[in-house]
């Protein structure tokens, strides 16, 4: 069920059907190598959920670009948002998702960016009292067996964290028409390796990501095809369906939350 498609009048047996749960899938606008187009994540992110929902019903949001980019401001098409709004801005939506009557929000993000923005963005929840529960999912996370089956069929240990291997056969199997394979040249996805000295030792800086990637685009796209794209299309969607399960029998959450809020007004 879209967000988008339904009429006022559906919501209240939407919300029911749906055991309460909105999808809010996130990712960003950025470079994708060459080949690829700005909104990969914005395909992908809404295929998936689109998908899941269906699998496991549930309501998705209208697909939410404004995530963590900073590090690929330097490239054409990039919205990269300061992180006061990117704050700001999440936490109105879950606000408005919660007024309009649902009670779990997954935060199902499709851009690795996120990764530090979101889990932070929710642990400001217990500071401000809301009644309602926030999660987060990574939508590109496979299973072991799953990497292992991908990695056989396309014959490469080379996955591809950003632009390769599988965000490359899913748009492929998505959108094959705004794939230009043509235009990327396989060797542009190698590790610069800068800064090796202190990752290695857990130094983190925020230049990490173009310190290794600068033409940001990491791993060869080359053994990519429809084909792949498609099963892991659908490894997606089935993980995200089975979350969207567990966040549906969580009832530890909503007693935590009122029970937090109890505690905090009077600190022992």
């Known amino acids: 069920m879209?967000?988008?498609?339904?009429?006022?009048?559906?919501?209240?047996?939407?919300?029911?059907?749906?055991?309460?749960?909105?999808?809010?899938?996130?990712?960003?606008?950025?470079k994708h190598g060459n080949h690829l187009p700005l909104g990969t994540d914005m395909y992908t992110g809404t295929a998936v959920s689109k998908r899941?929902?269906?699998?496991?019903?549930?309501?998705?949001?209208?697909?939410?670009?404004?995530?963590?980019?900073?590090?690929?401001?330097?490239?054409?098409?990039?919205?990269?948002?300061?992180?006061?709004?990117?704050?700001?801005?999440?936490?109105?939506?879950?606000?408005?998702?919660?007024?309009?009557?649902?009670?779990?929000?997954?935060?199902?993000?499709?851009?690795?960016?996120?990764?530090?923005?979101?889990?932070?963005?929710?642990?400001?929840?217990?500071?401000?009292?809301?009644?309602?529960?926030?999660?987060?999912?990574?939508?590109?996370?496979?299973?072991?067996?799953?990497?292992?089956?991908?990695?056989?069929?396309?014959?490469?240990?080379?996955?591809?964290?950003?632009?390769?291997?599988?965000?490359?056969s899913i748009m492929m199997h998505l959108r094959p028409d705004l794939v230009k394979m043509d235009a990327q040249d396989p060797h542009e996805g190698s590790n610069h390796n800068r800064l090796a000295d202190l990752r290695e030792r857990g130094v983190d800086t925020g230049f990490n990501w173009y310190a290794q990637y600068p033409r940001h685009i990491a791993g060869d796209p080359s053994p990519a095809s429809s084909e792949l794209g498609k099963m892991i299309f659908e490894m997606m969607s089935e993980n995200l369906a089975e979350i969207i399960r567990l966040v549906k029998a969580d009832n530890v959450s909503e007693k935590m939350i009122k029970e937090f809020r109890l505690l905090g007004e009077k600190p022992q």
């Not at 879209?2 to 950025?30: H, K, T, Y």
């Not at 990039?78 to 998702?97: G, N, Q, V, Y």
């Open 2 to 30: 879209l967000w988008e498609e339904l009429r006022a009048n559906q919501f209240s047996d939407c919300i029911r059907m749906s055991g309460g749960v909105c999808l809010l899938p996130i990712g960003v606008l950025e």
């Open 52 to 168: 899941a929902a269906e699998i496991e019903p549930s309501v998705v949001f209208p697909y939410y670009f404004l995530g963590q980019i900073s590090e690929a401001r330097h490239y054409a098409g990039t919205i990269a948002a300061s992180h006061r709004l990117l704050m700001d801005s999440l936490l109105e939506m879950c606000d408005e998702i919660r007024r309009n009557g649902f009670s779990k929000i997954i935060i199902a993000s499709s851009h690795g960016g996120n990764a530090h923005f979101i889990p932070f963005f929710l642990q400001e929840m217990p500071r401000l009292n809301r009644d309602y529960n926030a999660y987060t999912y990574f939508i590109p996370e496979l299973k072991k067996e799953q990497t292992r089956a991908i990695c056989d069929y396309a014959k490469t240990e080379d996955m591809g964290y950003h632009a390769g291997l599988t965000e490359t």
